[in-house]
T-cell receptor, first 116, second 115 residues
Framework: AQSVSQHNHHVILSEAASLELGCNYSYGGTVNLFWYVQYPGQHLQLLLKYFSGDPLVKGIKGFEAEFIKSKFSFNLRKPSVQWSDTAEYFCAVNRNYGGSQGNLIFGKGTKLSVKP | NAGVTQTPKFRILKIGQSMTLQCTQDMNHNYMYWYRQDPGMGLKLIYYSVGAGITDKGEVPNGYNVSRSTTEDFPLRLELAAPSQTSVYFC??????????????FGPGTRLTVL
């Protein structure tokens, strides 16, 4: 069965530190890849997504992610985190069948705490 | 637009009771979803709907039922509540188009405790 692995359960950083959150998936075919974020007390919302084209994807709030097909990875990065980036981050994947998509499979999430 | 709204925000049920979690979206999206989120486990898909009158099972459908009589509403029914259904429930919607990767829009969640 398709699965998504997020390597870190909880990451603690100081402001201005660089961030990289790992995400690996198990499916070998064509996929769509997503990062969603849940800020404290708020809805889950889309940070960025990839479905074709440039494997380096830029999202909101200075986040970016790189799709490396050979490594089945879609790691999330930010060069300098802020206290307001404190949130839970979810990687998600679905199969891309060309004209249709499969259901989203979510990773277990990574909690990011940024110390001011 | 309000987006995706869910009611109630919190609920405590006794074992064996039933309840309906309400979900409404005002974006005219064709797809709607119900997920549950358990601590440290990510989101698991319970049921989804591709349009009014059409629903299908997700990864963890046992103990739940859904219906979709309108585009806007997608209620989730728990018939005989069990402690294993203690969780946070999220409703989401998306506009699915061919050849793309649709963004799902989530509601605020319902925190359900079964005692």
């Amino acid at each position: 069965a398709q699965s998504v692995s997020q390597h870190n359960h909880h990451v603690i950083l100081s402001e201005a530190a660089s961030l990289e959150l790992g995400c690996n998936y198990s499916y070998g075919g064509t996929v769509n890849l997503f990062w969603y974020v849940q800020y404290p007390g708020q809805h889950l919302q889309l940070l960025l997504k990839y479905f074709s084209g440039d494997p380096l994807v830029k999202g909101i709030k200075g986040f970016e992610a790189e799709f490396i097909k050979s490594k089945f990875s879609f790691n999330l990065r930010k060069p300098s985190v802020q206290w307001s980036d404190t949130a839970e981050y979810f990687c998600a994947v679905n199969r891309n069948y060309g004209g249709s998509q499969g259901n989203l499979i979510f990773g277990k999430g990574t909690k990011l705490s940024v110390k001011p | 637009n309000a987006g995706v709204t869910q009611t109630p925000k919190f609920r405590i049920l006794k074992i064996g009771q039933s309840m309906t979690l309400q979900c409404t979206q005002d974006m005219n999206h064709n797809y709607m979803y119900w997920y549950r989120q358990d601590p440290g486990m990510g989101l698991k898909l319970i049921y989804y709907s591709v349009g009014a009158g059409i629903t299908d099972k997700g990864e963890v459908p046992n103990g739940y039922n859904v219906s979709r009589s309108t585009t806007e509403d997608f209620p989730l029914r728990l018939e005989l509540a069990a402690p294993s259904q203690t969780s946070v429930y999220f409703c989401a919607s998306s506009q699915r188009v061919a050849g793309g990767a649709d963004t799902q829009y989530f509601g605020p969640g319902t925190r359900l405790t079964v005692l």
